[in-house]
């Protein structure tokens, strides 16, 4: 089937199914620009067919039913998820058929690093109070931590994370992150003065 890349106001179906099947098979958000680059298409027309998509998923169309998934802005683009309603079936189907997952220590690194970005091997190991070097390698592999500056006097490398963990998350920056106080214990030790 040859889809017309004039989209007309009777084309409006097409240029939304075509959008869908971009976001069905990109691996990271997409921008309106991008999309509207790909469909060679301005990108007020890709704005609109993105509000469309997102009023057909969540079931708000006349006749309309709401899907197992939601179209959502996020880390400079747009991007298909899961909607939270079906969250504990998907992770336990990607717990059962997935067995790629973070460790706990990776998790928790992770974390430390998240909350008080840059931070540097050795402020993480403080702070976990264990050697951090073998998880922080497998943070950078996964592409979740990056480099962010090297201190010129100790030669120390902070680290940062990266778009895809915001993006692995479902934010678009790391102030989205929920505060850490009401996680610990009393809510005073730990990450001092973190969001």
């Known amino acids: 089937m040859t889809i017309s890349r004039t989209w007309g106001p009777t ?3 097409d240029l939304d199914r075509a959008v869908e099947a971009i976001l069905l098979v990109a691996d990271e958000p997409q921008s309106p620009v991008s999309l509207g680059t790909a469909l060679d298409t301005p ?3 890709i704005r ?6 997102v009023v057909d998923y969540d079931g708000e169309a006349e006749g ?3 899907r197992g998934f939601e179209l959502r802005e996020v880390g400079g683009g747009w991007r298909l998820y899961v909607r939270a309603d079906y969250d504990e079936v998907v992770r336990e189907f990607v717990h059962t058929n997935n067995p790629s997952k973070l460790s706990q220590a990776a998790l928790e690194t992770l974390a430390v690093i998240a909350y008080r970005q840059p931070i540097s091997r050795g402020a993480i190991a403080s702070i976990r109070a264990v050697n951090v070097d073998s998880v922080v390698r497998t943070l950078l592999g996964r592409g979740l931590i990056t480099e962010v500056s090297t201190d010129s006097e100790t030669g120390a490398i902070a680290y940062g994370t990266t778009d895809l963990l915001l993006t692995q998350l479902g934010i678009n920056s790391i102030e989205e992150l929920p505060p850490i106080s009401p996680l610990l ?3 005073t030790e730990g990450f001092d003065g973190v969001i």
């Open 43 to 45: 990108v007020a027309h």
């Open 48 to 53: 609109k067919a993105l509000a469309r998509l």
């Open 11 to 13: 084309m409006t179906v």
């Open 64 to 66: 309309g039913v709401r």
């Open 185 to 187: 214990d009393d809510g």
